[in-house]
């Protein structure tokens, strides 16, 4: 049966994807997005209603209007240093905003939603692979959040108020094939984009931080999946949480991890062109190594990443952002 589905947070990145493949599968996304990070052109596969989430009256509309079966959330302050500088900003928006989607749902007796966590919330590992048990112990704002809206969705849950699905996220990465959609942030701070901006000779050499890592190149090692594996993710969780009910919380990843120096080479074989880079020192806050245990994912969702392999990660941003680095870019 079809569903409709307020996506919030679905003119960004991730929940833009999220729409695409919702209604690739004949369901409806109702997009509910401030605007401000998201792009009015991302929507294109549902209804936009231009509200912030903080908005309980806005809500009350849209629930009434749209009757939405599920509730898919990425709506959230993402960028890690800004979390560092404005973390009361980050907890009135991840945190009060969170709760405003909650007592929403209460009130308009809507139980399922679908939560964008992040491996963030684990913080520095102490075991790898990741699993969903090892200890949640953040060091940074941006996973504080993170972990405190998880811990309001496991107290509702034992409540009797709502079904959730945390799906904790290692690096989304990656655009649609299609080039319609993909990923850009301002400022842009992630490792893929980044690299492909210097690869096209836009800004000076990129920043690589920190070739002292205990790792097998001296670089961070992180675990990239593909921003269309992960929507797909989104829909088996929405899947089984209709099915069974019951609350989880589970990684979305690939289980490998590649280094920051790989991605770098895997950048200048699909641009044709060397990556110019400086060498510089760690960047604060981040863990040498991350990557998931996919078994709970794999096992009980039945996921199973098709376009994370990175040469086709970096090959699909490239499509995304190669016509927009004009006029450098070829
Ligand atoms: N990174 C880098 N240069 C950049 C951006 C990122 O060397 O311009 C490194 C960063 O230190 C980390 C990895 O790339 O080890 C992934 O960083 P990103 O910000 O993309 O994602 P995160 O893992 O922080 O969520």
């Known amino acids: ?10 003119a960004g990145y991730i929940g833009a994807h999220a729409a695409k493949a919702l209604a690739g599968r004949g369901d409806l996304p109702v997009v509910l997005d401030n605007l401000s990070s998201g792009r009015r052109d991302f929507v294109r596969w549902g209804p ?4 912030d989430i903080r908005d309980g009256a806005a809500f009350d509309a849209v629930f009434k209007t749209y009757r939405p079966d599920a509730v898919m959330h990425f709506a959230a302050s993402i960028e890690v240093g800004i979390g560092e500088r404005k973390p009361i900003e980050f907890w009135n928006n991840n945190v009060a905003g969170s709760l405003s989607v909650l007592s929403a749902m209460q009130r308009n007796r809507c139980r399922s939603i679908v939560f964008s966590s992040t491996c963030a919330v684990y913080g520095t590992p102490s075991l790898l692979p ?20 998880e811990c309001a969705l496991e107290d509702a849950a034992r ?15 990656g655009a649609s094939p299609d080039g319609d959609i993909g990923e850009e942030h301002e400022p842009e701070t992630h490792l893929i984009p980044n690299a492909l901006k210097a690869a096209a000779g836009i800004g000076g050499p990129m920043q690589v931080f920190g070739t002292d890592y205990a790792t097998r190149d001296g670089s961070c090692v992180r675990d990239f999946i ?7 993710g989104h829909l088996l969780a929405l899947d089984r949480l209709s099915e069974t009910g019951e609350s989880f919380a589970c990684n979305l990843g690939t289980g490998r991890g590649v280094t920051v120096l790989e991605v770098l080479d895997a950048v200048e074989a699909v641009v044709g062109r060397p990556v110019p880079r400086k060498l510089s020192g760690r960047r604060p806050g ?3 190594e991350l990557y998931a245990d996919v078994g709970f994912a794999r ?5 199973r990443p098709r376009s994370s392999a990175i040469g086709q990660v970096v090959q699909d941003a490239w499509r995304y952002h190669a016509p927009r680095f004009t006029p450098v870019a070829a």
């Open 226 to 232: 593909h921003v269309d594996d992960l929507a797909a």
């Open 299 to 303: 096992d009980h969702l039945g996921f």
């Open 286 to 288: 981040d863990a040498p």
């Open 48 to 51: 936009l209603v231009e509200a």
């Open 1 to 10: 049966m079809a569903k409709t589905v307020l996506v919030l947070g679905g």
């Open 159 to 173: 409540g009797g108020i709502i079904d959730f699905a945390a799906l904790r996220y290692f690096n989304a990465s």
């Open 130 to 149: 990741l699993r969903e048990n090892h200890p949640r112990r953040p060091i940074n704002t941006y996973g504080q959040t993170k972990l405190a809206v």
